[in-house]
């Protein structure tokens, strides 16, 4: 679908490009891609706005967001849980849902470059140690699940986490994957500033608003 970019929008981006030159052309196509299909418009590019046409999936999924990265009883918490969304998500380089998640996770007082030093480099990386094998595990589990052993699942216990916190870590894992091939799927990017903005909306709103939203509309 081809987008129609304003000059304003053409202008803003030849300053990021000129200040910023390794950015290159990817970026920009990054940038401008819309949604696959007309159904999600571009101004309303989210989660919502993919989901809102079938409300009863989006309901259950939307559901389960909220216990997964709020609610459910488990010592994470919710600046962790979005930390090791936004992993997740960076691992497998979905634009919408990294940028979105890394912005909640920043909201919750996540340093702003600790996910890219995790991302580059985990073991080298300022992040909590008690957490590094349960990013470890979200990783492998990631990029090669059939390849998951007993040690991966001990490292975990061993760092001071009980079996709850092996259960979320599996099931943020699977959510945020999930997520990602939805969104990417969907060729849903949005906006820089667009993701952003939701990414910091979650932290007052949580997950239930679209719940509720789509509970409303249904």
């Not at 990021?16 to 590019?45: C, H, I």
Request: aromatic share 8%; proline share 3%.
């Amino acid at each position: 679908m081809t987008h129609y970019i304003t000059l304003d929008e053409v202008v803003r981006w030849c300053g990021r490009l000129r200040s910023d030159p390794d950015l290159g052309p990817e970026f920009v196509t990054k940038e401008f891609v819309m949604a696959f299909v007309k159904s999600v418009p571009e101004a309303e590019e989210s989660v919502a706005a993919v989901l809102r046409r079938y409300p009863q999936q989006a309901i259950l999924i939307t559901d389960l967001a909220d216990v997964i990265m709020r609610s459910g009883d488990c010592a994470f918490t919710s600046e962790q849980r979005e930390l090791i969304g936004a992993y997740t998500s960076g691992t497998n380089d979905c634009t919408y849902c990294y940028d979105t998640h890394k912005a909640t996770a920043e909201a919750f007082g996540v340093n702003e470059n600790l996910l890219e030093a995790m991302l580059s480099d985990l073991d080298g990386s300022a992040v909590d140690e008690k957490l590094k094998p349960v990013l470890r595990y979200v990783k492998k589990l990631t990029e090669t699940p059939s390849r998951m052993v007993q040690a991966d699942a001990d490292a975990i216990f061993n760092a001071g986490w009980d079996e709850d916190c092996f259960h979320y870590t599996v099931m943020i894992c699977g959510l945020f994957n999930l997520m990602n091939r939805m969104m990417d799927g969907y060729g849903v990017k949005n906006t820089a500033e667009g993701r952003r903005m939701r990414g910091r909306m979650l932290v007052d709103t949580g997950y239930k608003v679209v719940t509720d939203a789509l509970k409303s509309q249904s």
